[in-house]
């Protein structure tokens, strides 16, 4: 599985630039603008008083809630897009790849009942760390807990995560059918290579983020990059993952 997703990116990589490169950095680009036009608005009079940084807070709750949004797009798009590729599936033309004929909505749907799964599961792991937390030795509350945490996630992202290639090669296959049929002991060691990775590509970005101080448009090319990575390669081994799961019976 961990391979599989390595290489389908690095041994397809100029199909993977043509197919999901320019809706990546288009949608990063219009974040970036949206957060010049909203967030970095002072404010000039009126009722509304500024924060502390003297913006004003509802246009920050704008630009977050606009941000996700053309983010969550962004991301199934490509992941659709991949998704497909990985499958064999035909893939569209052009620098930027039509979804006429695609199921983006049904796969849109499927990554938001994705994300509402796992985020319930976060929230717990949360609320049951903010219980233990205080009883635990510091090293053990700041790092063993978390990557525990971002482990069970993690693992339980890749079970249920499984729905996403399928809806993507326009089959049906509930969160439920993905979680039972993705029970091979391997997604264990999987989850665990994915943490891994993932820490891997996110730390040295932001180490290098923060030795380059100010110059946030580093920063945020560094961001865009670490996450086309990260959107990429999941989406391989997701579909490993599918191809996996025996037929379901009817």
């Given at each position: 599985?961990?391979?599989?997703?390595?290489?389908?990116?690095?041994?397809?990589?100029?199909?993977?630039?043509r197919l999901t490169a320019v809706v990546w950095v288009g949608a990063s680009v219009l974040v970036l603008i949206l957060g010049a036009l909203l967030v970095g608005q002072p404010v000039s009079g009126g009722d509304v008083r500024p924060d502390a940084e003297g913006q004003m807070p509802a246009l920050?709750?704008?630009?977050?809630?606009?941000?996700?949004?053309?983010?969550?797009?962004?991301?199934?798009?490509?992941?659709?897009?991949?998704?497909?590729?990985?499958?064999?599936?035909?893939?569209?033309?052009?620098?930027?790849?039509?979804?006429?004929?695609?199921?983006?909505?049904?796969?849109?749907?499927?990554?938001?009942?994705?994300?509402?799964?796992?985020?319930?599961?976060?929230?717990?792991?949360?609320?049951?760390?903010?219980?233990?937390?205080?009883?635990?030795?510091?090293?053990?509350?700041?790092?063993?807990?978390?990557?525990?945490?971002?482990?069970?996630?993690?693992?339980?992202?890749?079970?249920?995560?499984?729905?996403?290639?399928?809806?993507?090669?326009?089959?049906?296959?509930?969160?439920?059918?993905?979680?039972?049929?993705?029970?091979?002991?391997?997604?264990?060691?999987?989850?665990?290579?994915?943490?891994?990775?993932?820490?891997?590509?996110?730390?040295?970005?932001?180490?290098?983020?923060?030795?380059?101080?100010?110059?946030?448009?580093?920063?945020?090319?560094?961001?865009?990059?670490?996450?086309?990575?990260?959107?990429?390669?999941?989406?391989?081994?997701?579909?490993?993952?599918?191809?996996?799961?025996?037929?379901?019976?009817?």
């Amino acid at each position: 599985f961990y391979v599989y997703g390595l290489k389908q990116l690095f041994d397809n990589l100029p199909t993977a630039l043509r197919l999901t490169a320019v809706v990546w950095v288009g949608a990063s680009v219009l974040v970036l603008i949206l957060g010049a036009l909203l967030v970095g608005q002072p404010v000039s009079g009126g009722d509304v008083r500024p924060d502390a940084e003297g913006q004003m807070p509802a246009l920050t709750a704008t630009f977050t809630m606009l941000s996700l949004v053309i983010n969550v797009m962004a991301a199934a798009w490509v992941s659709l897009i991949w998704s497909r590729f990985c499958l064999g599936a035909d893939t569209p033309r052009g620098v930027v790849p039509s979804l006429k004929g695609l199921p983006f909505s049904n796969f849109l749907i499927t990554v938001l009942l994705v994300v509402v799964v796992v985020g319930g599961a976060g929230l717990i792991l949360n609320i049951l760390e903010n219980m233990v937390i205080m009883h635990l030795p510091l090293l053990v509350s700041m790092i063993a807990l978390p990557l525990i945490s971002t482990f069970l996630m993690t693992w339980l992202l890749l079970r249920v995560g499984a729905a996403l290639p399928a809806t993507a090669a326009g089959q049906v296959l509930s969160l439920v059918q993905a979680w039972v049929g993705a029970r091979d002991k391997s997604i264990w060691v999987l989850a665990i290579l994915a943490v891994v990775t993932t820490i891997l590509l996110v730390l040295p970005s932001m180490l290098l983020a923060g030795l380059m101080g100010a110059n946030m448009l580093l920063h945020s090319l560094i961001g865009v990059v670490t996450s086309w990575l990260l959107i990429l390669i999941g989406t391989g081994w997701l579909v490993a993952i599918f191809r996996s799961i025996p037929p379901m019976s009817k």
